[in-house]
């Protein structure tokens, strides 16, 4: 995929965006590419980024997040990461390690020292998302949706039903 071609994966709008270079510099010759490699560690289908970011919109298609865990593989140079508009520039996964981006906390699971594979989970609201690198693969996105402010307020009146009956029997 060349930059700004959009796809939709597991239902979500992804498109491939430009990368910034350590120097600052950012470039739109990179590209992406659908893979089965296992760069990522993973099995299946992988994205590989080559100076480049993949862009996912949550909230456009299957709607904000409350959590997001992926695999990846870093195989040299920087990376970046842009979560809800708060861009980070860094060197390895480790270096984010407990850091909190655009309002969300980044835990390394596995990995993320360079040159190697790994797991990485975000725990906070996320509406989007860019991540990317010069040699850089990403697989197996889990993710769990926030639920919809008119479905929290059915489930805290089904949970008056619940107790308003629970006391009358």
């Known amino acids: 995929y060349s930059p700004l071609a959009l796809f939709t994966t597991a239902g979500v709008d992804a498109r491939v965006v430009d990368f910034q270079w350590s120097s600052g510099t950012w470039t739109n010759g990179g590209h992406g590419?659908?893979?089965?490699?296992?760069?990522?560690g993973g099995s299946g289908n992988e994205m590989i980024l080559n100076n480049a970011n993949l862009g996912l919109d949550f909230s456009g298609s299957v709607g904000s997040l409350g959590y997001l865990a992926f695999q990846f593989g870093e195989y040299g140079?920087?990376?970046?990461l842009d979560i809800n508009g708060h861009f980070v520039n860094f060197n390895?996964?480790?270096?984010?390690?407990?850091?909190?981006?655009?309002?969300?906390?980044?835990n390394v699971l596995a990995g993320g020292f360079g040159n190697d594979m790994g797991t990485v989970e975000f725990n906070g609201l996320i509406h989007k998302m860019a991540t990317g690198g010069q040699e850089y693969a990403v697989d197996n996105f889990r993710y769990q949706l926030v639920p919809a402010p008119g479905a929290l307020a059915l489930l805290g009146l089904a949970g008056v039903a619940g107790r308003?009956?629970?006391?009358?029997c």
Do not use: Y
């Not at 590419?33 to 990522?40: C, D, K, N, P």
């Open 164 to 168: 308003r009956r629970r006391r009358t």
């Open 92 to 106: 390895n996964w480790q270096d984010l390690n407990g850091a909190t981006v655009g309002g969300v906390t980044i």
């Open 33 to 40: 590419l659908v893979s089965t490699g296992g760069w990522a």
């Open 77 to 80: 140079g920087n990376m970046n």
